[in-house]
């Protein structure tokens, strides 16, 4: 076995051993919990706060798409604002609670190539946005894990210190990462025919601005469902380690992710009746209903994409007739 092989083997056995323990410590949570007291608490709800929690949530998606404004700026195509931002909701959308495959990837080339984007740029985007995403997150979660968020459980065998390197670690890669932008003579980078163009300092600049501005709602949407002793650094530093967790699975939505890491990492400032209530409300606002939103978009941009390519077709007969 050679050592390719030999970090493949561990890689799977790790995730392996992952997605057995997961559902079997979500398992547990959720039997002791009191579900009458999640019921009461999803009851107990006032319509301004959800009418604020879907603005949110609105107001998030709205930072997500952007990522594919700048990346539109970054390859320099004519596709109108408004065009890419609205491609851009419906395939975070479905990214969110789908997969990426589905979400980032393949409506991505489908929607965009409708729209006359080529194939490279296409990639291109879907790359530098993804970018902005994690490079936003490599900037929160580093600055947070310096400052001792969150409050990890006793028995945690990572424990701060070890949280605080990682931190560190995380910083110091978003710093290079701007050094790079900024003072490299290499701008070109990758392998073979995949090329990756580094931007200019000021719209990396506004990559971890728009990426970290877009965590930060996600995680102030879940703050706000949450009682009022509750504090925002906690939730968004666990928010991020249930993020992370969740890409490493693989799992759509981060689906019992989100609820293990929430439930385990804050039991000792709330209930877990307290927690499943702010967990269901944010799922709903933030996933279900702009997914819902998403495919009637989409229904219309498969229903404009039709008009557009009839007219174009009755234009060519016209010229050849």
Request: with cysteine.
């Amino acid at each position: 076995m050679n050592r390719r092989q030999f970090w493949k083997l561990i890689n799977r056995t790790f995730n392996l051993v992952l997605l057995v323990a997961l559902p079997i410590l979500l398992f547990l949570l959720l039997r002791a919990t009191d579900w009458n007291e999640v019921f009461h608490l999803l009851r107990e709800y006032k319509a301004m706060t959800l009418l604020a929690g879907m603005l949110l949530s609105l107001c998030s998606y709205a930072i997500f798409s952007s990522f594919d404004v700048l990346s539109r700026f970054y390859i320099g195509h004519p596709l109108p604002v408004r065009r890419v931002l609205t491609v851009a909701f419906v395939c975070n959308a479905f990214n969110l609670n789908l997969s990426s495959w589905v979400g980032a990837v393949a409506l991505r080339y489908r929607l965009y190539g409708r729209l006359g984007m080529t194939t490279g740029d296409i990639t291109r985007i879907l790359t530098f946005s993804l970018i902005t995403n994690w490079y936003g997150y490599l900037l929160l979660a580093g600055g947070l894990f310096v400052c001792g968020f969150p409050n990890l459980p006793d028995d945690w065998s990572l424990g701060q210190s070890g949280l605080r390197l990682i931190g560190l670690l995380l910083l110091a890669v978003g710093a290079a990462y701007l050094l790079a932008c900024g003072f490299a003579r290499r701008r070109a980078w990758g392998w073979k025919r995949y090329r990756l163009r580094l931007p200019g300092w000021r719209l990396a600049a506004l990559q971890g601005i728009a990426g970290a501005g877009n965590w930060s709602m996600m995680a102030l949407l879940i703050y706000s469902l949450l009682p009022d002793t509750a504090s925002y650094p906690e939730v968004l530093a666990t928010l991020l380690i249930s993020s992370i967790a969740g890409v490493v699975l693989h799992v759509p939505a981060g689906l019992g992710v989100l609820e293990t890491v929430f439930l385990t990492v804050l039991r000792d400032h709330f209930s877990r009746g307290e927690l499943l209530a702010a967990i269901i409300g944010y799922r709903v606002l933030y996933f279900l209903i702009p997914l819902l939103l998403a495919c009637l978009v989409y229904l219309w941009l498969e229903r404009h994409a039709k008009k557009l390519k009839r007219r174009a077709e009755r234009r060519e007969e016209a010229r050849t007739s």
